[in-house]
């Protein structure tokens, strides 16, 4: 069973590297990234910031029509031409012809992802010209002009010369190239300085990670690459049913309600009155910086006007419902005056973080509706998989965080292609 198993994933993986939308999407993909810098320059604040929101989203983007195309391809069109009467007329079972489907197509969409991220990566480092003054950077133009050059002409000479497909071969190509770019620029600063031995003021720098290394970007990438595994396992399942143009539609519509499922049911389901949002606070005791000891107090400035009288109770949550409560202590709200307060900590309950601006008071611990949540579980909570806010607003994005989505992501992929076999039992494919 494994080498069947195998054999499905290769030749899946084979057959989506193979199709012309995937090396367009790629294409397309990095000629948008590559005028991010330039469409930055308009904003009126960090432009830095504005170019790593735009890049984040044209990879999501370009991701999630690749899966849409590849994933509902390799299944819908082995139906309808009748090639998947082969393998399930073999021992071959349903399940692990779904599973390999799916195994081979995530491989796929990773590449594509990886390609795409490098690219961002690159021109990341690149950065926003800001004046007419700033020089480019010759490190990233020449690994990236090299690889991306590299990869087209090999592509043509081995389609030329030996009759292979000019799409799996430019893609293979770029990949490993693609990665020996973004380690040399990793490895060299703009003026061509080994950056693991550059001198400082206290010596030479001889830590492991690159000053150009960011974690929370990865981070933030690895939170698309989630997003969009997730996508391509609603497309497979659909596409055991329906027809590629409709598994199209229903991918879109999935995405839609991915990123508004919060707003659109998240609110429904968990009901809390938000009191106000804190837009500034400063510390007046907080030892530890947990703000989980009694007597913890904080000043804090919040968007709107307070209508309420001092000694409050109220909870802190991280959103206006109360879904990402900080934990289950409570807090005074003390010599209120109009939208500023002091904020002190009531009861030894722990914290899962001290308050921070953007984060909500609230009057208690959030009600759920249970038919309304029922409805706000369906769809893939894409939002909660995009790091782009934290990366805003340069907040730091624990570990733990990435793990807990991650396990969210592997869930609903398991109980997507146990859909998908479900589906495929019952198809008639003869």
Request: net charge negative; aromatic share 10%.
């Amino acid at each position: 069973m494994l080498e069947q198993f195998l054999a499905i994933v290769r030749n899946t993986f084979v057959e989506s590297i193979r199709q012309p939308i995937y090396l367009v999407m790629i294409a397309v993909g990095i000629i948008a990234l590559l005028i991010t810098p330039g469409l930055s320059t308009f904003t009126l604040s960090d432009d830095n910031l504005f170019m790593v929101d735009m890049g984040l989203a044209t990879i999501f983007l370009c991701g999630l029509i690749i899966a849409a195309f590849v994933a509902t391809s390799v299944v819908t069109r082995e139906i309808e031409n009748k090639t998947v009467l082969t393998l399930v007329s073999k021992p071959v079972g349903r399940p692990v012809f779904v599973l390999g489907k799916y195994v081979g197509v995530a491989l796929a969409i990773l590449v594509s992802a990886l390609i795409l991220s490098i690219a961002f990566l690159l021109i990341k480092r690149y950065g926003v010209m800001q004046t007419a003054r700033d020089t480019g950077d010759p490190v990233v133009l020449t690994f990236g002009l090299l690889a991306l050059i590299t990869s087209v002409v090999v592509g043509l000479w081995c389609n030329f010369f030996y009759g292979w497909v000019f799409t799996s071969t430019a893609v293979t190509t770029l990949l490993p190239l693609s990665l020996f770019a973004w380690l040399g620029v990793l490895a060299f600063d703009r003026e061509w300085t080994f950056q693991f031995l550059t001198q400082t003021e206290t010596g030479y720098n001889t830590s492991f990670l690159s000053p150009s290394l960011e974690p929370e970007v990865l981070m933030a990438l690895a939170g698309v690459f989630l997003a969009l595994l997730v996508v391509a396992s609603v497309a497979l399942a659909a596409s055991t049913r329906l027809g590629q143009v409709m598994t199209v539609v229903i991918c879109l519509i999935v995405f839609m309600l991915g990123l508004l499922t919060d707003t659109l049911f998240g609110s429904r389901a968990f009901e809390s009155k938000a009191r106000g949002r804190i837009i500034a606070i400063n510390v007046i005791d907080d030892h530890d910086d947990d703000f989980s000891d009694e007597g913890d107090s904080y000043h804090v400035i919040f968007d709107r006007g307070l209508d309420i009288a001092d000694d409050l109770e109220v909870y802190l949550s991280s959103d206006n419902v109360g879904f990402g409560l900080l934990g289950p202590g409570k807090a005074l709200l003390q010599d209120v005056s109009y939208a500023s307060a002091n904020l002190v900590k009531v009861g030894g309950e722990r914290m899962k973080r001290p308050p921070r601006v953007d984060d909500y008071i609230i009057d208690g611990p959030q009600r759920v509706h249970a038919p309304w949540r029922l409805v706000w579980s369906v769809p893939p909570n894409l939002q909660s998989l995009s790091f782009t806010d934290a990366l805003s607003q340069e907040h730091f994005i624990p570990l733990s965080h990435l793990g807990m989505v991650a396990l969210y992501s592997a869930l609903y992929i398991s109980g997507m292609l146990s859909l998908a076999v479900i589906l495929f039992q019952t198809r008639e494919v003869g």
